[in-house]
């Protein structure tokens, strides 16, 4: 097993543990809905209520010897370091364009990473918007969003993905990828 | 404000319905009705398309609420002549048709069209019982290896 998967398995088993509510979203969550790229960026997305939830996730992140760099209620991601695999991991506490309530958790969906390993992936459609309403939003980006679009197809509940594009602003760029 | 969301989900559902060359010429219709005042046989002149297919876009412009048949007063004997007349929502369609079209977007046409290939590739992998995930693994594995060996050298 990769460094990177290796310390996938133990964020999501630490997760699992203590009952934090995530999801595998970005690079990561690509290939399930999209195209396949190469990348070595992943992204979790938790769900932690108040300052109580956050200290609980840093400190159980140490127990785990996960380092995090970067730590503040305020800030809407950790990063944090693998101390055992010298792997970086990308916690995102507010992901961007993602409305992290019930129905965005409802929606996730349990996906195969590896042997003996599977994790929450977030939706197809908060996998677009997230993609869509990130500030510094690329290229790349949109040819994901693109190709999630064409691979997802009718799959794909167009009335929620509109729903979710209006919250978070981007509703008129979804509408020109789609038609271009 | 609630016309601008049946707007919005109009351009969505339309999009997402893969319906971008029958939102083009109903954009196309609505902008040649607003510009005159247009009978059936004018837009067909006007946008060089085939009778059939105007008509059965106006039933389906009507049905949406976008344009209404006006009947003219008649000033001669024969069948009163009917127009063409785009709605308000109608406009505002168009407006936002507009906007949409001049929207910056970072990828060009063709990087989209290449995300698309990759996708149906993704597609077909799928089909052949291949994990898309694995494929993903093995890509990164393989990016690794060649970024380790040109620093090696």
Known sequence: MSAILGSLRRLIKLFEENSIPYMVTGGYALPFYGRVRATVDVDLAVSITGDKGFDH??????????????????????IVVDRKKGTETEIWLRPDGIFFDDETLRRR???????????????A??????????????????????????????????????KRAKQAGVLAVLQAIQAS | MLKYQFLHFFLVISFLKGNKMSLEQKAQILQAAAATTSGVRDLVETLNWKTSNVVSLLREMSNERLIEMQQATPSKP????????????????????GKMKILPLRARKEDLERAAKDALYACRL???????FQIFLELNAIVRNIRVSSQAH
């Open chain 2, 78 to 97: 024969g069948r009163p002549k009917k127009y063409i007349v785009p709605t308000l929502l109608g406009l505002e369609l168009l407006e936002a048709y």
């Open chain 1, 109 to 123: 969906r349990k996906a195969e990473l590896g042997r003996d390993l599977s994790a929450w992936i977030v939706s």
């Open chain 1, 125 to 162: 459609e908060d996998f677009i918007v997230s993609k869509l309403a990130r500030p510094d939003r690329g290229a790349v980006d949109e040819q994901d969003v693109k190709s999630v679009l064409v691979r997802q197809g009718a799959e794909l509940d167009t009335e929620y993905l509109q």
């Open chain 1, 57 to 78: 996730l840093l400190a159980s992140l140490r127990e785990a010897s996960f380092e995090p760099t970067i730590c503040s209620p305020r800030n809407p991601l950790i």
């Open chain 2, 126 to 132: 799928a089909a052949n019982g291949h994990s898309t």
